[in-house]
């Protein structure tokens, strides 16, 4: 199923519900930010249920379990279907991931693949515009680097 499909099978108050109990719950947000965080992400479930179809490549949404420093967590990644190599899903365009089949998982609600997915989407922004502002920063960050480094290596 592709993510937009499972966005418009699943009711966006049980997506919110799940992001907030996993990642905002108990980390001090008034009750303000929480409805701010709830319409960005309302608007974003929104947009991306409605994107143009797109043709993809081989590539498809996918959820491992991940653990770092004891700390547990769902980790959502692309996967290569040929070749089973894993990526970040960082700066994707919008339009390419609401396209990308989801691999659903038996362990886990429908639901509750979309809130993670929909958590890791809007990681950057909640916007494409936002995310490609992020993505931009990041970019032009790492070409300063890459420009002291090469400083560094004449002097």
Known sequence: MKLKDLFKNVSYKQIFNIIYKEYYKDKNHTKDDIINFDLAYRKAYEDLSVMPVQETDNLTIFLQNAEIDDNKFIDVCIKDSKTNEIFALDFLSWNEVANYEVELREDMESEQIAAHILWEI?????????????KQAT?????????IVSLNELI
């Open 122 to 134: 809007t990681f950057w922004g909640f916007t494409e515009t936002d995310i490609e502002k992020q």
């Open 139 to 147: 970019l032009n960050a790492s070409d300063e680097d890459l420009e």
